[in-house]
Nanobody
Framework: QVQLVESGGGLVQAGGSLRLSCAASGLTLNSYDMGWFRQAPGKQRELVARITSTGNTGYADSVKGRATISTDNAKNTVYLQMNSLKFDDTAVYYC???????????????WGQGTQVTVSS
């Protein structure tokens, strides 16, 4: 059974930093693409950052230069380091995993329960 458990969210002042963690069980990261999504109230869920099973990374324009996604295969954990946080970064952040052969985030995706990030201005 696959489980993704996020942690590290909280309240932070604008300009501050957070590191989100996603501990995965039931899968191995080197076979899955991992992603961090976020959903703000009244908005659609959006992909913030992703890292493929081969280590290629990609970022949404809104966080490019401020976010870094990484993995620790020994711990089977994915991280999202967010710096220079803005009020607009406030959202629930979700960890997601899809098989490395998949080409979209619509099918065969596992989701975590989410962690709240609130940025105060």
């Amino acid at each position: 059974q696959v489980q993704l458990v996020e942690s590290g969210g909280g309240l932070v002042q604008a300009g501050g930093s957070l590191r989100l963690s996603c501990a995965a069980s039931g899968l191995t990261l080197n076979s899955y693409d991992m992603g961090w999504f976020r959903q703000a109230p009244g908005k659609q869920r959006e992909l913030v950052a992703r890292i493929t099973s081969t280590g290629n990374t990609g970022y949404a324009d809104s966080v490019k230069g401020r976010a870094t996604i990484s993995t620790d295969n020994a711990k089977n954990t994915v991280y999202l380091q967010m710096n220079s946080l803005k009020f607009d970064d406030t959202a629930v952040y979700y960890c997601a995993a899809r098989p490395g052969w998949s080409s979209n985030w619509s099918l065969n995706v596992y989701w975590g329960q989410g962690t709240q990030v609130t940025v105060s201005s």
